[in-house]
């Protein structure tokens, strides 16, 4: 095989596994719209939120310490060395599933029934609002996020793939890091741990009656209350699991919560309401990316042109097929 | 009482048509505008200029062009950064190229120039709607912020990626630079605002503005009676980024004289921000535009001013603080009254009727 071919292997590759990256926060998106209407812009937030509260956790920092200390002249900081990483997750999971209900308490509660454009506005005050808490509770330096999950690049592979080439070419062998293939699994795994959930379970077929239909659901009986505490507290899980696998990555900061921004144009491209729509749109834009800074990018000598590139992806695809590769027909009546 | 219209006959066609029918109103928009062309410019410091006044009217601007499109016609857009920043840096490429040019027709061509960008921009709304179309609009805020940071033509291949004014004057007196006084920058945006918003108000009322909130109450329905979308929603995006070019350029030339595109334009700096000004002032409504502009200028300051003054936090806690106000309020706003301030006025003026006799 060609170096170059090889080359072009390994960017699809590397290109198919951050796009799992973008599936990860688009997957919260759609979860939550389905079942609540709410097109949750605060999903970023959310994933920031988590990875903070999780590093806030293992290394035992007293939530609020500068508010505190500059208040009253204290000098709180920690209150203990660390904690394992287990109990961390799962007190983080708490965490989450408490803001749940907290969001449900005091914004959704008083939404229904609202026009969605104020219902998203809503969210992006709930971003804002939880970016600030977040910052005020846990601080806002960059912090390392470490819950033992391997990374740099994969050695076994980079030695699978060295005698591919042809010989005699200097063909060094694909790179990827592990901690892609790690969150690619980790991915699979919720994903179809979802599925089985909303397949075979009460609970699960619930969520699905209300997916589909708020007013049929709440007639035979399903609270629509509790479920969309349960979607969000589910959406806050999958934002956890997206905060660890980035703040792994780049180190937990506020460009985390930008993932959201990241995760639109997936949305746009694998429709708002399907599941399977946000895994093949993260894997599409994820190689389009990949693909288009190396063979396009070129071309423009600035480069960067992931910033917009997937947006613009998104959007030509979308003059095709308005509502997206997956997302409901839209039909409209006067 | 204070507000009662009895007794005050509309005997022409003229008169029905008027912008304020009402002689309250008239006598409190004069005094107003009294206030603000005759009093102001003699007692207004550097700090009222920078702080309050000149962002307000600039931020108005942008309010009014975003409520045409989100408010009146119904497409929503998170794009008003890149626009904002198509206006400043047209600003900056004219005034290299032309440099005897008045400062004014400088800002206005930027103005149309923002609006054929617009027009590009606002094609994918005929066919894609409602969140897409929110989300697609992103699209023209990260391309255009990108085209501007990074293709070195569009800041005449300066080093730090900057732009920066040059001195332009009206009638003698600088309007633009660093040595601009107060009152001069102040009166500039005044006239261009007050002149731009009558003119909006004015194209609301007429056929235009007629077909702009018919499309927005129901497309397709609107469509039917006769009113083209192709037409109607291209004219709403290029009139909508004509406003909010003019206000780029003006927030470019006269507010801060130099920018950096990545920071100035960002879509948590501008955009954001302006679609909460016309969601806290009340969609659709020329009011709210400068209400929701006033309140979101001045809310940080006042913060700032209770937080860092008054109990003693330090600047970035006191950040924090605002970024979660900020979250908080929206959300209150939302919940409480979510047809904005235009609506508490308007419920005020019911009240201001009858008072201090209810019943």
Same mark, same amino acid.
């Given at each position: 095989?060609?170096?170059?071919?090889?080359?072009?292997?390994? &960017?699809?590759?590397?290109?198919?596994?951050?796009?799992?990256?973008?599936?990860?926060?688009?997957?919260?998106?759609?979860?939550?719209?389905?079942?609540?209407?709410?097109?949750?812009?605060?999903? @970023?937030?959310?994933?920031?939120?988590?990875?903070?509260?999780?590093?806030?956790?293992?290394?035992?920092?007293?939530?609020?310490?500068?508010? $505190?200390?500059?208040?009253? @002249?204290?000098?709180?900081?920690?209150?203990?060395?660390?904690?394992?990483?287990?109990?961390?997750?799962?007190?983080?999971?708490?965490?989450?599933?408490?803001?749940?209900?907290?969001?449900?308490?005091?914004?959704?509660?008083?939404?229904?029934?609202?026009?969605?454009?104020?219902?998203?506005?809503?969210?992006?005050?709930?971003?804002?609002?939880?970016?600030?808490?977040?910052?005020?509770?846990?601080?806002?330096?960059?912090?390392?996020?470490?819950?033992?999950?391997?990374?740099?690049? +994969?050695?076994?592979?980079?030695?699978?793939?060295?005698?591919?080439?042809?010989?005699?070419?200097?063909?060094?062998?694909?790179?990827?890091?592990?901690?892609?293939?790690?969150? &690619?699994?980790?991915?699979?795994?919720?994903?179809?741990?979802?599925?089985?959930?909303?397949?075979?379970?009460?609970? @699960?077929?619930?969520?699905?009656?209300?997916?589909?239909?708020?007013?049929?659901?709440? +007639?035979?009986?399903? +609270?629509?209350?509790?479920?969309?505490?349960?979607?969000?507290?589910?959406?806050?899980?999958?934002?956890?699991?997206?905060? $660890?696998?980035?703040?792994?990555?780049?180190?937990?900061?506020?460009?985390?919560?930008?993932?959201?921004?990241?995760?639109?144009?997936?949305?746009?491209?694998?429709?708002?309401?399907?599941?399977?729509?946000?895994?093949?749109?993260?894997?599409?834009?994820?190689?389009?990316?990949?693909?288009?800074?190396?063979?396009?990018?070129?071309?423009?000598?600035?480069?960067? $042109?992931?910033?917009?590139?997937?947006?613009?992806?998104?959007?030509?695809?979308?003059?095709?097929?308005?509502?997206?590769?997956?997302?409901?027909?839209? $039909?409209?009546?006067? | 009482?204070?507000?009662?219209?009895?007794?005050?006959?509309? #005997?022409?066609?003229?008169?029905?048509?008027?912008?304020?029918?009402?002689?309250?109103?008239?006598?409190?928009?004069?005094?107003?505008?009294?206030?603000?062309?005759?009093i102001i410019p003699f007692v207004i410091n550097s700090y009222w200029e920078k702080a309050i006044l000149v962002p307000f009217l600039i931020f108005s601007l942008a309010a009014i062009g975003l409520n045409i499109l989100t408010g009146y016609c119904g497409q929503v857009s998170l794009g008003t950064g890149g626009f904002m920043a198509v206006g400043a840096f047209s600003t900056y490429k004219i005034m290299t190229y032309f440099p005897d040019m008045n400062i004014m027709i400088?800002?206005?061509?930027?103005?149309?120039?923002?609006?054929?960008?617009?027009?590009?921009?606002?094609?994918?709304?005929?066919?894609?709607?409602?969140?897409?179309?929110?989300?697609?609009?992103?699209?023209?805020?990260?391309?255009?912020?990108?085209?501007?940071?990074?293709?070195?033509?569009?800041?005449?291949?300066?080093?730090?990626?900057?732009?920066?004014?040059?001195?332009?004057?009206?009638?003698?007196?600088?309007?633009?630079?660093?040595?601009? =006084?107060?009152?001069?920058?102040?009166?500039?945006?005044?006239?261009?605002?007050?002149?731009?918003?009558?003119?909006?108000?004015?194209?609301?009322?007429s056929k235009m503005g007629r077909s702009w909130m018919a499309i927005r109450d129901m497309d397709i329905a609107a469509e039917i009676i006769g009113v083209p979308p192709l037409k109607t929603k291209l004219s709403a995006f290029a009139i909508s980024s004509f406003y909010i070019g003019v206000a780029g350029a003006l927030y470019f030339a006269v507010f801060l004289g130099a920018i950096e595109v990545t920071e100035s334009f960002d879509i948590m700096t501008i955009s954001f921000p302006v679609l909460f000004m016309i969601i806290i002032g009340g969609l659709g409504s020329m009011l709210g535009s400068f209400l929701g502009a006033a309140f979101v200028v001045t809310l940080p300051i006042g913060l700032k001013f209770l937080m860092v003054d008054m109990v003693g936090l330090s600047a970035v806690t006191a950040k924090h603080f605002e970024i979660t106000i900020w979250g908080l309020?929206?959300?209150?706003?939302?919940?409480?009254?979510?047809?904005?301030?235009?609506?508490?006025? #308007?419920?005020?003026?019911?009240?201001?009727?009858?008072? =201090?006799?209810?019943?």
């Open positions: 095989m060609s170096v170059e071919f090889l080359n072009f292997i390994e &960017t699809v590759l590397n290109g198919l596994m951050s796009g799992v990256m973008y599936s990860l926060v688009a997957l919260g998106f759609v979860l939550i719209f389905k079942a609540s209407g709410v097109f949750n812009f605060a999903q @970023g937030v959310f994933a920031l939120f988590a990875a903070l509260t999780l590093v806030g956790y293992q290394t035992g920092q007293v939530p609020f310490a500068h508010l $505190i200390n500059e208040l009253f @002249g204290t000098n709180y900081h920690n209150w203990y060395a660390s904690m394992p990483n287990f109990l961390a997750i799962l007190l983080t999971m708490v965490t989450m599933i408490a803001l749940a209900w907290i969001i449900e308490r005091l914004v959704l509660k008083h939404l229904v029934n609202q026009d969605p454009i104020i219902l998203f506005m809503a969210t992006i005050g709930l971003a804002f609002a939880l970016e600030g808490v977040g910052d005020l509770m846990w601080g806002s330096d960059v912090k390392v996020l470490d819950v033992g999950i391997p990374s740099g690049g +994969s050695v076994w592979l980079e030695e699978a793939t060295i005698g591919l080439a042809a010989e005699g070419s200097d063909y060094y062998g694909m790179y990827v890091d592990v901690l892609n293939i790690w969150a &690619t699994i980790i991915a699979v795994i919720l994903v179809v741990s979802l599925a089985l959930f909303s397949q075979y379970t009460k609970t @699960g077929r619930a969520l699905r009656a209300v997916a589909d239909d708020h007013q049929a659901a709440l +007639s035979v009986g399903i +609270s629509l209350r509790s479920i969309w505490i349960l979607v969000w507290a589910i959406s806050g899980f999958i934002a956890m699991v997206a905060g $660890i696998m980035w703040g792994t990555e780049s180190g937990v900061q506020f460009s985390l919560s930008l993932i959201a921004l990241k995760a639109l144009p997936v949305l746009i491209l694998g429709g708002f309401t399907s599941i399977p729509g946000a895994i093949i749109g993260g894997l599409l834009i994820g190689v389009g990316e990949k693909l288009a800074e190396i063979y396009i990018g070129g071309y423009f000598e600035t480069g960067a $042109i992931e910033n917009w590139f997937a947006y613009v992806m998104a959007l030509v695809f979308l003059l095709f097929r308005p509502q997206g590769l997956f997302g409901d027909k839209i $039909i409209e009546r006067v | 009482m204070i507000y009662k219209e009895t007794g005050q006959y509309k #005997s022409s066609y003229k008169s029905d048509h008027a912008i304020f029918p009402l002689l309250q109103d008239k006598i409190a928009f004069s005094t107003l505008m009294f206030i603000a062309f005759l400088i800002i206005l061509i930027s103005g149309l120039i923002t609006a054929a960008v617009g027009i590009i921009f606002g094609l994918p709304s005929l066919r894609i709607k409602g969140f897409y179309l929110a989300v697609a609009t992103l699209a023209s805020q990260f391309f255009l912020v990108w085209l501007f940071n990074k293709v070195p033509w569009f800041y005449n291949y300066s080093d730090t990626g900057q732009i920066t004014v040059s001195e332009r004057t009206m009638f003698g007196i600088p309007v633009t630079g660093a040595e601009a =006084p107060s009152y001069a920058t102040y009166l500039f945006c005044l006239v261009l605002v007050v002149t731009l918003s009558f003119a909006a108000k004015n194209l609301i009322r309020l929206m959300i209150v706003f939302l919940i409480v009254e979510p047809h904005g301030l235009a609506r508490l006025w #308007s419920i005020a003026k019911e009240k201001l009727r009858r008072w =201090p006799f209810p019943y």
